[in-house]
Nanobody
């Protein structure tokens, strides 16, 4: 089991940037795909981005393509989400998750371990 802790959330104006971090401990980080999800009030949790075990393959939902970048540093057991050109509709609690396997997936069922989440609020 991997323990995950997110950080880097906060309040930012529309058009601004934030970088989220997800620190992993407990082993197995380098062998597993990782993902970011978000959940806005009154909405279901949705996939945002994923990265495979090697970092060579990444996936994004259409609404964040060109604005968000997912990356990982296996030496630091940390995953990142660089968020630029933020919009009010990006406001949500952001969760990082570790997949069961090395291949990235957009489905929540593919992820076994979850962090507690970090709040991102974008004001207009």
């Amino acid at each position: 089991q991997v323990q995950l802790v997110e950080s880097g959330g906060g309040l930012v104006q529309a058009g601004g940037s934030l970088r989220l971090s997800c620190a992993a401990s407990g082993g197995g980080f380098s062998d597993r795909a990782m993902g970011w999800f978000r959940q806005a009030p009154g909405k279901e949790r949705e996939f945002v981005a994923a990265i495979n075990w090697s970092g060579r393959n990444t996936y994004y939902i259409d609404s964040v393509k060109g604005r968000f970048t997912i990356s990982r540093d296996s030496a630091k057991n940390t995953m990142y989400l660089q968020m630029n050109s933020l919009k009010p509709e990006d406001t949500a609690v952001y969760y990082c998750a570790a997949a069961l396997y090395g291949s990235a997936s957009s489905g929540t069922g593919a992820y076994a371990d979850w962090g507690q989440g970090t709040q991102v609020t974008v004001s207009s």
